[in-house]
């Protein structure tokens, strides 16, 4: 997967434009969990071919794509599987663009739909306001092809803002920069050498994204500006209309403000990782998404078994916390407005877990490693009596992330082997091993606690060292 703060372009010399500083604020590192909403037109069909990366040849992957949100570039590629259901569904001449009236989002309730995201932990909602179908779902003047005039209606994207400032969360926006396939006529994408050849780099467009970008910043002030797959060349230069322009405006009227890396230019804020397994901590402030399945925008072909378990899940999250990221988990809803059963499974879950653990994720740091896997001492194996751990750090504070409490025991790292203020944040005492409250344990009792018989089923358990 691409690493999109590794790429910028075109090289303008000495006629690059000055970016300003880039600066990641404590709230958003503080955060910790965020909901994308991938919601529009392909809400409508609501497919995708389900497959795990690498399943599909790569010459077919875009022809099977798994991304319902791409079905409007899916759906033009000869032979897809998107092509053929589509006739099917909807007969031979019908556009995707004429699917846009047929969404119908009559019960919508944003409040309802927010109030599901905070209520799982989230602390900022990032909705998508336009997405490369090039759909706006915001009361735009810059094109006719939006939400307002056409099928649901409504200024969605004001909807969704309003509900999440009420709620207590910050509002973030995403926002397709460089792909834009109603304003374009280039034939489908098929590769990824396509991704970034077939978009619009001239002049006219880039002045169309500069001022639905500055539209979105003067109605909302959006916490977050998350931006895709680049931004035409032709707006990366000095002129008013130019991307440092619009940043630097757009940093000046909400302060406090932050970027993603994916404008094609170097100016990054966070870093983002989609769907990708980062190994070890990263020294910038990162974020990871991915949807619940494998898709964002939802897609009926899916199903449990491609849809991620509670425990993997909770898992996610306590990785990339421990390696310095924030996770971007997004949910796809149906094409009105309400969250499929599926999805709200996994969201209660993930909120019932930061409702006992939460204390160990927001507002964390990471400590001086992610974590550990103990070994036997004699073979150099994996150690099946000790619980593999996390870690992330607040102060004097170190929480250990046990994440097989089933094992039974779980060794203290030798940097707080010695602290004597050693608790579950569940309130059970943390006994050691060998200890009278631990009869019949079986480690070392100057670095093994016993986990409690209550926490053996937990998905994740947690033990507060203060040093």
């Given at each position: 997967?691409?690493?999109?703060?590794?790429?910028?372009?075109?090289?303008?010399?000495?006629?690059?434009?000055?970016?300003?500083?880039?600066?990641?604020?404590?709230?958003?590192?503080?955060?910790?969990?965020?909901?994308?909403?991938?919601?529009?037109?392909?809400?409508?069909?609501?497919?995708?071919?389900?497959?795990?990366?690498?399943?599909?040849?790569?010459?077919?992957?875009?022809?099977?794509?798994?991304?319902?949100?791409?079905?409007?570039?899916?759906?033009?590629?000869?032979?897809?599987?998107?092509?053929?259901?589509?006739?099917?569904?909807?007969?031979?001449?019908?556009?995707?663009?004429?699917?846009?009236?047929?969404?119908?989002?009559?019960?919508?309730?944003?409040?309802?739909?927010?109030?599901?995201?905070?209520?799982?932990?989230?602390?900022?909602?990032?909705?998508?306001?336009?997405?490369?179908?090039?759909?706006?779902?915001?009361?735009?003047?810059?094109?006719?092809?939006?939400?307002?005039?056409?099928?649901?209606?409504?200024?969605?994207?004001?909807?969704?803002?309003?509900?999440?400032?009420?709620?207590?969360?910050?509002?973030?926006?995403?926002?397709?920069?460089?792909?834009?396939?109603?304003?374009?006529?280039?034939?489908?994408?098929?590769?990824?050498?396509?991704?970034?050849?077939?978009?619009?780099?001239?002049?006219?467009?880039?002045?169309?994204?500069?001022?639905?970008?500055?539209?979105?910043?003067?109605?909302?002030?959006?916490?977050?500006?998350?931006?895709?797959?680049?931004?035409?060349?032709?707006?990366?230069?000095?002129?008013?209309?130019?991307?440092?322009?619009?940043?630097?405006?757009?940093?000046?009227?909400?302060?406090?403000?932050?970027?993603?890396?994916?404008?094609?230019?170097?100016?990054?804020?966070?870093?983002?990782?989609?769907?990708?397994?980062?190994?070890?901590?990263?020294?910038?402030?990162?974020?990871?998404?991915?949807?619940?399945?494998?898709?964002?925008?939802?897609?009926?072909?899916?199903?449990?078994?491609?849809?991620?378990?509670?425990?993997?899940?909770?898992?996610?999250?306590?990785?990339?916390?421990?390696?310095?990221?924030?996770?971007?988990?997004?949910?796809?809803?149906?094409?009105?407005?309400?969250?499929?059963?599926?999805?709200?499974?996994?969201?209660?879950?993930?909120?019932?877990?930061?409702?006992?653990?939460?204390?160990?994720?927001?507002?964390?740091?990471?400590?001086?490693?992610?974590?550990?896997?103990?070994?036997?001492?004699?073979?150099?194996?994996?150690?099946?009596?000790?619980?593999?751990?996390?870690?992330?750090?607040?102060?004097?504070?170190?929480?250990?992330?046990?994440?097989?409490?089933?094992?039974?025991?779980?060794?203290?790292?030798?940097?707080?082997?010695?602290?004597?203020?050693?608790?579950?944040?569940?309130?059970?005492?943390?006994?050691r091993a060998g200890t009278a409250g631990a009869a019949g344990a079986e480690g070392d009792p100057t670095r093994d606690v016993v986990v409690p018989d209550g926490l053996r089923d937990a998905h994740v358990a947690v033990l507060r060292v203060r040093r």
């Open positions: 997967m691409l690493n999109f703060e590794e790429r910028t372009g075109p090289d303008l010399g000495a006629d690059a434009p000055t970016y300003p500083d880039a600066v990641v604020p404590a709230w958003y590192r503080d955060a910790k969990l965020g909901f994308f909403v991938h919601w529009g037109v392909y809400s409508v069909p609501a497919w995708g071919t389900p497959h795990a990366e690498g399943s599909v040849p790569d010459e077919d992957a875009y022809a099977h794509h798994q991304y319902a949100e791409w079905y409007a570039n899916t759906v033009r590629i000869d032979g897809s599987p998107t092509r053929r259901r589509h006739e099917e569904r909807y007969g031979a001449g019908t556009s995707y663009e004429d699917l846009a009236d047929l969404w119908d989002v009559t019960g919508f309730d944003a409040d309802a739909l927010v109030g599901d995201l905070v209520a799982a932990g989230g602390r900022y909602v990032v909705p998508t306001t336009k997405h490369h179908d090039g759909f706006c779902l915001w009361d735009t003047g810059t094109t006719p092809f939006n939400a307002v005039r056409r099928g649901p209606g409504r200024d969605l994207v004001a909807e969704i803002a309003r509900a999440t400032r009420e709620a207590g969360a910050r509002l973030g926006l995403y926002y397709s920069g460089a792909l834009d396939w109603h304003t374009s006529e280039y034939p489908p994408i098929e590769s990824s050498t396509d991704l970034f050849r077939l978009r619009r780099n001239d002049d006219v467009f880039a002045r169309y994204a500069a001022a639905q970008l500055r539209e979105l910043v003067d109605r909302f002030s959006p916490d977050v500006l998350w931006n895709d797959i680049d931004w035409p060349d032709a707006g990366k230069t000095t002129a008013p209309h130019g991307l440092a322009a619009v940043l630097r405006e757009y940093l000046e009227a909400v302060p406090g403000g932050v970027v993603n890396d994916r404008w094609g230019v170097p100016f990054h804020g966070f870093w983002t990782r989609e769907y990708s397994h980062v190994p070890e901590t990263l020294p910038h402030p990162w974020e990871a998404t991915r949807g619940l399945g494998w898709s964002f925008g939802y897609n009926e072909a899916e199903g449990p078994e491609h849809t991620i378990g509670e425990r993997e899940l909770i898992h996610l999250l306590v990785d990339v916390v421990s390696k310095n990221g924030n996770l971007l988990l997004n949910v796809g809803p149906r094409a009105d407005g309400s969250i499929p059963d599926l999805q709200r499974d996994r969201l209660a879950a993930l909120g019932r877990w930061l409702g006992a653990y939460g204390d160990a994720i927001y507002g964390t740091r990471p400590w001086v490693r992610s974590g550990d896997v103990p070994s036997d001492p004699v073979t150099g194996r994996p150690d099946p009596r000790r619980s593999p751990v996390a870690y992330t750090s607040r102060g004097d504070e170190v929480f250990v992330h046990v994440l097989e409490p089933g094992r039974g025991l779980v060794a203290l790292a030798p940097e707080l082997a010695g602290a004597a203020d050693v608790a579950w944040l569940s309130g059970a005492p943390a006994d």
